[in-house]
């Protein structure tokens, strides 16, 4: 890392009185200095963090569950954050405690949130944000633990800083992560070739996502989420549609046009800079429950997955 201000530690505590041990001398620490503090845990841990405060205020909280639920969410959320605090006043840090939910997760779930973890160091990279990353070993698997000090530069055992001997640059972890191979395309997919007519595959997705369910609203977004896709794909490739376990996938293939970022789409965009390559992924990111990007032998698949008609999610607008 270049930048000495940015600082992104692991910190794997088996009890509460760890869990303590590393979260109130960073918490207070911060606040004592005039710092953004940011805590983004469980209930219970923030209940055990505010006693041994003693109530005291002059932090942040947002309950994890519900800051950023899908990653490209949650690092925009993260950046959000230090952008407007840090720009209040100059400080040394902007401080975040930030513990992700692993329970309950699929494999591909835990993939997706271990490779956001990854792209922060690279997504906030340019920021003076100091962000703990707790990992409770009463729920997180072995496997949980070990990745965590792949995606981490440094470790903390209370206030002490150790050296991640396992960290692993991000650009090749997220070459790791997407060497899982998705699931085949159905046969049963409805397939349009790409032919340079916008308003052909427009009326495609419209027809087809409403014929799997999804509103006119949740099809118009869809057509945007792939609109901003297309720009990384030649038109020779193709558009296909299957529902999925509740939720529509949209495929994009074709030959890419210039190489994708691994975490492009990531950062929200700053309207008063110029873009950079990949900006506009976000827009789709925001919009679908889920994208999968895989490139290989000069063909790039972009998979987009939209909330289903029976998802409850799907009722309310979209959060931008």
């Known amino acids: 890392m270049s930048n000495e201000n940015f600082r992104h530690h692991a910190a794997v505590y088996a009890d509460d009185r760890e869990f ?9 620490g911060g606040v004592e200095r005039g710092e953004p503090v940011l805590v983004t845990t469980t209930p219970a841990n923030f209940e055990l963090l505010s006693s041994a405060l003693g109530g005291a205020v002059g932090f942040d ?9 899908r990653p490209p969410e949650r690092a925009a959320e993260f950046f959000r954050y230090w952008r407007r605090r840090a720009a209040e006043a100059p400080v040394r840090n902007v401080r975040v405690l930030a513990e992700p939910l692993w329970a309950g997760r ?28 707790p990992y409770d070993a009463r729920v997180v698997p072995e496997e949980g633990l070990d990745h965590a000090l792949r995606t981490h530069p440094e470790h903390v055992r209370g206030e002490e800083v150790l050296p991640s001997p396992a960290y692993v ?14 699931p085949p395309r159905p046969e049963h997919a409805r397939v349009l070739p790409l032919r340079g007519d916008p308003h052909a595959l427009r009326r495609f997705v419209v027809e087809q996502a409403g014929e799997l369910g999804l ?5 118009a977004l869809l057509t945007v989420a792939l609109g901003e896709a297309l720009r990384f794909v030649r038109d020779d490739g193709y ?11 949209c495929e994009l293939g074709g030959a890419p046009v210039g190489d994708l970022a691994p975490f492009a789409g ?10 950079t390559p990949g900006e506009g992924l976000w827009v789709t990111r925001q919009i679908c429950e889920a994208v999968d990007v895989r490139a290989e032998r000069g063909t790039v698949v972009l998979r987009l997955q939209m909330p289903g008609p029976r998802s409850a999610e799907a009722v309310g607008p979209v959060r931008w």
């Not at 909280?61 to 639920?69: D, I, K, L, Q």
């Not at 990531?266 to 873009?275: A, D, K, N």
Request: glycine share 6%; charged share 25%; net charge negative.
């Open 266 to 275: 990531f950062t929200p965009p700053e309207l008063h800079r110029p873009g």
């Open 215 to 219: 509103s006119e609203q949740r099809s």
């Open 239 to 249: 558009v296909a549609l299957w529902p999925n376990q509740g939720s529509v996938v």
């Open 20 to 28: 303590l041990a590393m979260a109130v001398p960073f918490v207070r």
């Open 169 to 182: 640059d991000p650009e090749e972890y997220a070459r790791g992560c997407d060497a899982a191979p998705m």
């Open 106 to 133: 699929t494999e591909r779930d835990a993939r997706a949130w271990r490779r956001m973890e990854s792209g922060l160091n690279v997504v906030l990279a340019d920021t003076n944000v100091w962000m703990i990353c």
């Open 61 to 69: 909280y947002a309950e994890t569950a519900y800051f950023g639920r």
